[in-house]
């Protein structure tokens, strides 16, 4: 294993070094072998935001910045993106769908299965950073935090199944596209994953998990050059999870059902609580709205909410409430204004001012979500937590 930098950086390589060696030996042991000689970290660590990373053979290019925080407050993004372009050497490099055997690299290569590709990959490569006691257990709930906002937050779970949304990748790639019209093989990807690793942990009393599916591709179908089918994967899932994992397949992954009541019944075999509470963001939870970071430019809007109504649009600017000026202060003028009608200022994209009156409704928008453990776990659900996450769980 060889770890490059380059760009401005200060590295801890004692730190690096003493958590790379954990996760990377986790995976190694979970398939098995390692499918190449050697491999290499290639990190381009940048003076401006950035975080992005593309999977090779024998090597990944991981670029990630600014250089103040990456080996600070962004190193559990640092780790994460490692451990999940590691896990690519197998989980793509090596398990592929049957749809880029072989690529094509004169044409688009449509598949279904991204949710595998990416999801799983995502998912495992949280997963192991705390199977390896890289992550705390703390650090790995907020990464089922992350993946849980993200899907509840966005409105295209209720438009474009996850099995779409990896064929539509080569239509608009990573650009956010139309408003609540598409959803991300990476988030609900990982959170099908998680909830098959679930359905396996359940069906098997504990004795397997999503690994032993993932090791069986990598033995049956990677190391005999065999491509997957998205019906091949289907089987091999129900191998390990039952017959009967058909419905799940139609509900969650070509279909849109709600996550959240097969969510809350799967935390809770483990031992967990789901948790929602409310945005504490006014334009968040009363008028359904979201700002870019740092800024009062819409970036989201809740279809049926009260800002829906009047014409808002992503990309749109508050620049005043009530006369007041507005910069990054939109939601402490609502929390002032909060008990007297809005007269709203916006400048849109196309330089226009325009203005409106704001009302909220008796509903809530953006509730937030988490999970934490249970209070009194069951000894069933505390040997199931351990055989999902190879830890204890430790309780509040
Ligand atoms: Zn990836």
């Not at 896990?87 to 004169?106: A, C, G, L, Q």
């Not at 279904?112 to 992550?135: I, K, N, P, Q």
């Not at 049956?220 to 397949?249: C, E, M, N, W």
């Not at 007297?340 to 937030?368: G, K, V, W, Y």
Request: hydrophobic content about 35%; some cysteine.
């Amino acid at each position: 294993m060889h770890l490059w930098f380059q760009g401005p950086c200060k590295p801890d390589f004692q730190l690096i070094e003493n958590d790379f060696s954990k996760f990377i030996l986790a995976q190694i042991r979970t398939f098995g072998d390692f499918p190449e000689k050697t491999y290499h970290f290639l990190f381009q660590i940048t003076a401006y935001k950035s975080y992005h990373g593309v999977e090779h053979e024998n090597s990944t290019v991981c670029m990630i910045g600014p250089s103040y925080q990456v080996f600070k407050e962004s190193y559990e993004d640092f780790l994460g993106l490692s451990s999940h372009e590691f896990y690519h050497s197998w989980n793509i490099k090596k398990i592929r769908p049957v749809e880029m055997m072989p690529y094509d690299f004169t044409k688009e290569n449509y598949y279904h299965t991204g949710y595998v590709a990416e999801g799983v990959t995502t998912y495992m490569g949280d997963m192991m950073l705390y199977r390896s006691g890289v992550f705390s257990q703390q650090q790995f709930f907020t990464c089922i935090q992350t993946w849980l906002n993200k899907h509840f937050h966005n409105y295209g779970r209720f438009n474009m199944p996850v099995a779409d949304a990896s064929f539509d990748l080569w239509v608009d790639g990573y650009e956010p596209g139309v408003p609540n019209r598409k959803t991300s093989i990476y988030n609900e990807g990982a959170l099908i994953a998680l909830l098959t690793d679930i359905l396996i942990i359940q069906h098997s009393n504990g004795k397997q998990t999503l690994h032993d599916a993932m090791s069986y591709l990598y033995d049956v179908f990677a190391k005999k050059k065999k491509g997957y089918s998205q019906d091949d994967y289907l089987k091999v899932i129900s191998r390990f999870a039952g017959d009967d994992t058909r419905p799940f397949f139609e509900k969650y992954v070509w279909g849109t059902t709600d996550f959240e009541p097969i969510l809350k019944n799967a935390f809770e075999k483990m031992g967990l609580v789901l948790i929602q509470s409310p945005s504490p963001f006014l334009s968040e939870r009363k008028f359904g709205f979201r700002l870019q970071e740092g800024s009062a430019k819409v970036s989201q809007i809740a279809p049926d909410s009260p800002v829906a109504k009047t014409g808002l649009k992503c990309g749109d600017t508050i620049i005043a409430v009530n006369n007041m000026s507005i910069n990054a202060n939109l939601n402490q003028w609502l929390d002032y204004f909060a008990d007297e009608p809005l007269s709203i200022l916006t400048q849109l994209a196309d330089n226009r001012i325009r203005s409106f009156h704001l009302q909220s409704i008796d509903r809530e928008f953006f509730p937030l979500y988490s999970v934490k453990a249970a209070s009194q776990p069951t000894p069933e659900q505390l040997m199931y937590f351990e055989s999902w996450t190879k830890n204890p769980l430790i309780l509040p």
